[in-house]
Each structure stands twice: as C-alpha cells, then as structure tokens.
C-alpha cells in the first residue's frame, strides 16, 4: 500500500517535471530572456503551482534541550549551538549507545552524552579534531570515545553495524547518504540525519535512494543540485558583498573570454579563494584565465567589460527571480526520497523543521525508528 509519503513523492515529481523548463535553465549561461512572456507572468504562474504542494513537515518539534552550562558549550558558535539544541530536543532520552557520524569536535555527541547520560562514539576522520573532541570528553567526564576514520570506509560501515542508532547533523551528500543506507541496512533502531550539501556526491547525476524516484524519469545533475543549496541566509554584509563581487568579475572575464577566443559557450571556474574577491579585477581575470589556458591582458580597460557584466547580471537576477522558488521544494523532494527510502526500509519516519531557516537553511531532520523495535 501507497504510504503518504510516497504520494507526495509523486507530487512533487510531476509537478516539478511539468515546470522543468523553468528550474533547470542555468541562468548564468543566458545571454537574453528566455521565455515568452514578462519576468512577472512567469513567477505568478510558478508561485500558483508550486502551492499546490503539500507541506513535507509530518511532526512538530516535540521536545526542548534544557540549556547547558555554559562550560560545556564554550568554543560552539552561536548559530552552531542553536542548531545542536534543536537537533538533541527531538532526539527521545534512551540510555542506548548511539552513533555521531562525521562528528567533527563532537560538539553534538558531548551535549548529547550530557543531557542523556548516554555512551556516544564519534567519527571523524580528522585526526586532530579527534583528540581534541576525546580531550574535552575526558575534561568533562562524559561517556563519549572517538573512532578516527574515513566514514566511508569499512570501518564506517563496522561503526554503524556496532551502534543500535546513529545521528548526523549536516553531514554532506554522500556521507548522509552512506550513514542512511548502511544504518537501514543494518536495522538500526533509530536514525536522526539532517541532509545537507547534496551536491557532493560521487557521481555526476544524483542516484536517488527510494525505488520510487529510482522508477521515475526525473533526473538531476550535480548542478542542479547546487542550485538548491545556493540560497544564502547565514551570511552578514560583508559575505554579502563579497558575493555580489564574485559574480560580477566572473560575468566580466566571461565577457572578455568570449570576445577573446570568438566561444561563447560557458566554461565553468573553480571555487575562488577570497583573497581574489579584494583585490583588483585584473588579477581576478588573469587567475581565471589561467584556468582556460589564455593570457589576461591587466593593461586593457576593465570598466567597459565590468559595464557589460551588469548589464548580463541584471538579467541573469530577473531569470533567477523566477527560478528562486523552486530551491526549496526541490529540496523537499530530495528529503521525501530519503524518507521513501526509509519507509522502504521498515521504518516509521518523521519530518521535522528542527529549527527555524534563519538559523540554518538546512533545517530538515528526518527522525525514523523501526516499526519492529517500537512494537517491542
């Protein structure tokens, strides 16, 4: 029988495929409008059929973390330490060993370890993060050991075997992937994953986890797959306008490279080190250029090409006005296969906004027990 998660999975997929022409367009390649009518028709129509989707949320945030002494929580970022409080409140009390993947300092696993009394294994595979998590452990006294390996690794897959529940708080895409798979794989009793990152996976396109998107003609590129994830809430002015930066220089070299070599299809930069953001643009463009084997030339004039870039970035910010929306319920789609997959699995799954999206945009947890072990 069909469960409701599965429906909304299918939901989500027809609608999403019907409105593809859309959503999947790679705004920062046009070089004019690319629909037929006005930007304001196109986000009406697509606002009015986006809210014909149901809400993915099953479960309301049912338990509070009463607060930590403060010694405890020293060296946790703000934003880090509401979203630790949030995730540990809806995890039930149990005196059950339980599993943090991918820990880092094990900041999660220690509240966790203290709030409950419970035993915690953390793995990471930074050696260095490693002690520094077992030391304050051992400073505090808590039940909490640290396993340094690669989560991928087999001995990754001997942690979850080992542990009747796991938990993860933002791990990346293929390492939340892995923990959901093996856990469920193993018949862990209780899993509590926040997705995050979904772009870093092993694979060029996406390989869904449930049978039902598996079944479905709805594919999606690593691409793609960044544009979910490019909303930006977190980030204070300067992160602001080091953004606004970034995408005007990278508009600007890509103007030049198509004047230059006479292509003008777009070629794609690496990830730029912030250091080119505050300096000039010439030695912006001749570090990209480098990239595409050509030569910058720093003596040329930079503000007809930089005039042209906002120009090209006022229409590429009116395409993705229209595409803005989809991010979020494309994401949705992407925590109901994880949920799909779980429910496959023989587990009763939860899908709670742990926290709110200002403290962090990656605010899904799927909470799933098996409906064996809750009969028990």
């Known amino acids: 029988m069909q469960t409701a998660t599965a429906f909304i999975l299918r939901q989500y997929v027809e609608t999403l495929s019907a409105m593809q022409e859309l959503w999947r367009l790679p705004a920062f390649a046009q070089r004019q409008w ?10 009406q129509q697509s606002q009015q ?32 330490l509401e979203q630790i409080q949030a995730f540990v409140g809806q995890i039930q009390p149990s005196q059950t060993p339980l599993l943090e993947w991918c820990s880092g300092k094990g900041h999660l696993g220690r509240l966790l370890s203290f709030q409950q009394q419970r035993p915690v294994t953390s793995i990471e595979w930074n050696a260095q993060l490693c002690v520094a998590g077992q030391q304050a452990a051992q400073q505090h006294q808590l039940q909490q050991t640290f396993i340094h390996a690669d989560a991928l ?7 979850i075997q080992a542990h009747p529940q796991v ?18 794989f193993a018949k862990a009793e209780a899993i509590y994953v926040v997705p995050c990152c979904y772009p870093l996976i092993a694979d060029e396109h996406y390989q869904p986890l449930s049978e039902i998107l598996r079944g479905s003609d709805f594919p999606l590129t690593r ?24 995408v005007l220089w990278r508009l600007a070299y890509q103007i030049w490279r198509e004047r230059h070599t006479g292509c003008s299809d777009y070629q794609p930069l690496r990830s730029v080190a912030k250091q080119y953001l505050t300096g000039t643009f010439s030695a912006f463009a001749n570090w990209a250029a480098v990239q ?5 030339d720093v003596s040329q004039a930079e503000q007809p090409l930089l005039e042209a ?21 494309l994401e949705r789609l992407l925590i109901l296969d994880r949920a799909c997959f779980l429910e496959e699995q023989g587990y009763r799954v939860d899908i709670i906004e742990f926290c709110d999206y200002s403290i962090t945009p990656r605010n899904y947890l799927l909470r799933a027990h098996q409906r064996h072990a809750e009969s028990l």
């Open 34 to 43: 690319p629909w037929g009518d006005d930007e304001s028709a196109f986000r």
């Open 49 to 80: 059929l986006l809210a014909t989707l149901p809400d993915i949320v099953t479960s309301q945030p049912e338990l509070a973390m009463p607060p930590a002494p403060f010694w405890l929580t020293a060296g946790i970022g703000g934003r880090k």
């Open 153 to 159: 690794s087999n001995a990754g897959t001997a942690a």
């Open 167 to 184: 938990m993860a708080l933002h791990a990346c895409g293929q390492l939340h992937m892995r923990l959901l798979e093996s856990a469920a």
């Open 223 to 246: 691409r793609e797959l960044k544009f979910v994830v490019q909303e930006q809430v977190t980030g204070g002015q300067r992160i602001e306008n080091l953004r606004y930066t970034e």
């Open 292 to 296: 595409h084997g050509l030569n910058y």
């Open 309 to 329: 870039a906002l120009e090209r970035k006022q229409l590429i910010d009116a395409i993705e006005r229209v595409q803005s929306p989809f991010k979020r319920f």
